[in-house]
């Protein structure tokens, strides 16, 4: 068999809880001062999850619900990979559990297990992915990824921050989103920004200062070495923000997001060298000699790039960060979330053709930046066309979402902790506003086994 070309997102899908918490009724609740989580942070809305969902149904719903709405059958999938930090069991995976999906079928030679590095999981499963099709193992079959996670933070300054969802992916050749071949640029350190020691806790230790440093920092150095990369690549060629017609970015919160945005403008100041002959750059010579370490706090080089970039972020990002403001952080989906969000920002003729950079970040820290090539040709953009179209669901399941109480949310969250790995477990709280087709929680038994049910309303 010929090695495949064009190798990418062949059909996405994304899952978010029907219900969430307002992030005014949030502040409010919290007593903090109005503006702090919707203007500061920049985030309207937050899904979160009950008793009935856990990581194993949040991945199940978001697998059945792209097989089923792209007609994939389960003889069709030969790699399955799995990202998530929501870990509920040290040894068996979620992908083993997803395994229910395709064994009635005869379909158990599939590879692939979990990935996990805090929100990065999801983009180390996606590598493999496509190692493995771009590989002499592929079988002309493709391969799912599945990023989901359930985000929860302890009360205080981190909680509104928190998410929850699961974004799938099929991943194949001839594709209409196509991963650009030999240019990735990563970033791996040892870190102790956020990380999850109590295994006995949904929650995280996260030192927020450091954390958004990290993240600032890894934005940098993937950043320069991509540049670095991509010149190498194509000798002839510069890169910067204007090498492309989108960046995505995992959002922590959107307000960080427009911030990094700001952070790749002044990598790009400060790449461009003697600057003074640059219009946009005039007056700005006080920044030259800058060293990028020396400035993630500093507030007049953030203010002057936010402004120099405005235009650019709004056009180029912000779009990608609907579903991060309605939703949340989710962890591994976040930057795929992304994704959804700007394929259903713009008409077809837009997207076809456009340079996608994305930056993968999970605390601890592992970062990746790579780049995606939206198809223009006209056979592959009517799989463009498809692929978009069968994404009409996620406004009005938005839209539909029930608004919880802050006092409801905190006691949901309460009733997590205490019931966090218990055995035996009989979940409390109501199916009835789940989006149908949702997978929930029925029981765990007192060998911690869980069973899983659908949700099926009569239409
Ligand atoms: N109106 C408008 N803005 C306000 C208001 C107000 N009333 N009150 C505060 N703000 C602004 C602040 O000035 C600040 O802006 P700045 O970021 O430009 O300085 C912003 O709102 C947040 O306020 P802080 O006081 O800095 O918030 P706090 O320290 O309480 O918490 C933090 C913020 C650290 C992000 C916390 O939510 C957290 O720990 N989150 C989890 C960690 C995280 O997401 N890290 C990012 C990368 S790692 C990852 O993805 C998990």
């Given at each position: 068999m010929s090695r495949p070309s064009s190798v990418g997102i062949k059909a996405i899908e994304v899952y978010f809880p029907a219900q969430y918490v307002d992030q005014n009724d949030l502040e409010e609740f919290d007593k903090v001062s109005a503006g702090k989580y919707t203007v500061g942070l920049g985030q309207s809305k937050m899904g979160f999850c009950n008793d009935r969902e856990d990581i194993n149904s949040l991945c199940l719903t978001v697998v059945r619900r792209l097989m089923d709405r792209h007609n994939i059958k389960p003889e069709d999938i030969g790699r399955l990979e799995v990202g998530t930090e929501t870990i509920l069991d040290k040894s068996k995976s979620v992908k083993s559990v997803l395994m229910q999906l395709f064994e009635p079928f005869g379909c158990t030679d599939i590879e692939g297990v979990d990935s996990t590095n805090a929100c990065y999981g999801g983009t180390a499963a996606l590598?493999?992915?496509?190692?493995?099709?771009?590989?002499?193992y592929y079988d002309g079959r493709m391969a799912l990824v599945v990023a989901g996670d359930n985000a929860v933070y302890a009360t205080g300054s981190a909680r509104p921050t928190g998410g929850a969802g699961a974004v799938a992916m099929l991943i194949g050749p001839d594709a209409p989103i196509v991963f650009d071949q030999g240019l990735r640029a990563s970033y791996m350190r040892h870190a102790y920004d956020f990380y999850k020691p109590d295994l006995n806790s949904e929650y995280p230790v996260v030192d927020g200062k450091l954390s958004i440093q990290c993240y600032l920092g890894a934005l940098d150095n993937c950043y320069q070495k991509y540049c670095q990369?991509?010149?190498?690549?194509?000798?002839?060629?510069?890169?910067?923000?204007?090498?492309?017609?989108a960046v995505l970015f995992h959002s922590p919160y959107c307000k960080l997001v427009q911030k990094s945005f700001a952070r790749l403008a002044f990598n790009d100041f400060l790449n461009s060298g003697n600057n003074s002959g640059i219009s946009k750059y005039q007056g700005l010579d006080k920044f030259s000699n800058l060293k990028l370490e020396d400035t993630y706090f500093d507030r007049d080089v953030e203010k002057t790039f936010m402004t120099l970039s405005d235009d650019d972020f709004a056009r180029k990002t912000k779009p990608s960060l609907l579903l991060a403001n309605l939703v949340g952080n989710m962890y591994t989906p976040s930057v795929y979330s992304g994704l959804v969000s700007l394929l259903i920002s713009r008409p077809i003729d837009q997207l076809a053709g456009t340079k996608v950079c994305v930056f993968s970040y999970g605390s601890g820290l592992a970062s990746s930046m790579y780049s995606l090539t939206i198809a223009k040709d006209s056979s592959t953009k009517s799989d463009l066309e498809q692929l978009v179209s069968k994404l009409s669901y996620v406004i009005p399941q938005l839209e539909s979402r029930r608004r919880v109480s802050p006092e409801e949310f905190t006691r949901v969250l309460e009733m997590r902790e205490k019931n966090c790995h218990k055995a035996p477990y009989q979940p409390e709280n109501s199916i009835a506003d789940m989006f149908d087709g949702t997978y929930y929680l029925k029981s765990i038994d007192d060998k911690y086994r869980r069973t899983y049910e659908i949700v099926r309303k009569n239409k």
């Open positions: 590598f493999n992915a496509v190692s493995w099709v771009e590989s002499s990369k991509a010149q190498e690549k194509y000798s002839d060629k510069t890169i910067s923000l204007a090498s492309f017609g």
